[in-house]
């Protein structure tokens, strides 16, 4: 199985900025590779993802016009580019893919999951 690490997670200020990878350890097929966040004693949600399809983008509202995310395909990186954080963005952020669902924001749809890399955004 593709193996996803997840970095570039850190402590960050209100407003400032971060930017996490996700490498795979292959070159792979998905329809979809995205990202996920989880934060304390919350269910995981969906923050963005990239179509195979349409090499097209979509995100949460949450996050919309804040983060955004591209891929380099010789790398095999996924990045999501986080400006303007706020608080409420602390969370684990997971990057996963979607070997069949190139449009889905639902968990069960992704079937292979990075261990995560935390954020945390001080107010």
């Known amino acids: 199985q593709v193996h996803l690490l997840e970095s570039g997670g850190g402590l960050v200020q209100v407003g400032g900025s971060l930017r996490l990878s996700c490498t795979a350890s292959?070159?792979?097929?998905?329809?979809?590779a995205g990202w996920f966040r989880q934060a304390p004693g919350k269910e995981r949600e969906f923050v963005g993802a990239w179509r195979a399809t349409d090499l097209t983008t979509y995100y949460a509202n949450s996050v919309k016009g804040r983060f955004t995310i591209s891929r380099d395909n010789v790398e095999n990186t996924l990045y999501l580019q986080m400006n303007n954080l706020k608080p409420e963005d602390t969370a684990v952020y997971f990057c996963?893919?979607?070997?069949?669902?190139?449009?889905?924001?639902?968990?069960?749809?992704?079937?292979?999951w990075g261990q995560g890399t935390q954020v945390t955004v001080s107010s």
């Open positions: 292959e070159r792979t097929f998905s329809a979809a």
């Open positions: 996963a893919t979607s070997l069949y669902y190139s449009s889905s924001m639902q968990e069960r749809h992704y079937d292979n």
